[in-house]
């Protein structure tokens, strides 16, 4: 199971990267939370590249295999949640990602680098 949500991990991030996604953050909770292995957590600068970013990380790990449980959040959102299981993803517009503050919530998790995910 590690070694999927490593690769899950690894070519969302890549796609989000791709699309300019800012402040990127891995966060490893399996040591703290059943929900999952790793929250990634990207903002995006408007609506537009949010979309591209949902996009873009759904046709990529797609390509690999791998099918999204359920998106919350439309195109039209500011804040978007793609859940696969041991790796959820959250996009935000830069506000709401303050303003939820995920970083502060789930500060007891590992933050990681993408060479990690290696």
Do not use: C, P
Request: no cysteine.
């Amino acid at each position: 199971m590690e070694n999927n949500s490593q690769e899950i991990a690894r070519i969302a991030y890549d796609a989000l990267d791709e699309k300019l996604g800012q402040d990127i953050e891995i966060l490893k909770i399996d040591e703290i939370s059943v929900i999952a292995d790793y929250l990634i957590i990207a903002s995006g600068n408007n609506l537009s590249q949010i979309g591209a970013m949902i996009d873009l990380t759904e046709e990529k790990l797609g390509q690999a295999g791998f099918t999204s449980k359920r998106i919350e959040g439309s195109k039209n959102s500011t804040w978007v949640l793609m859940d696969y299981g041991d790796v959820i993803i959250h996009v935000f517009s830069k506000e709401d990602r303050l303003f939820y503050d995920l970083e502060r919530i789930w500060r007891d998790g590992r933050k990681v680098s993408r060479d990690e995910l290696n």
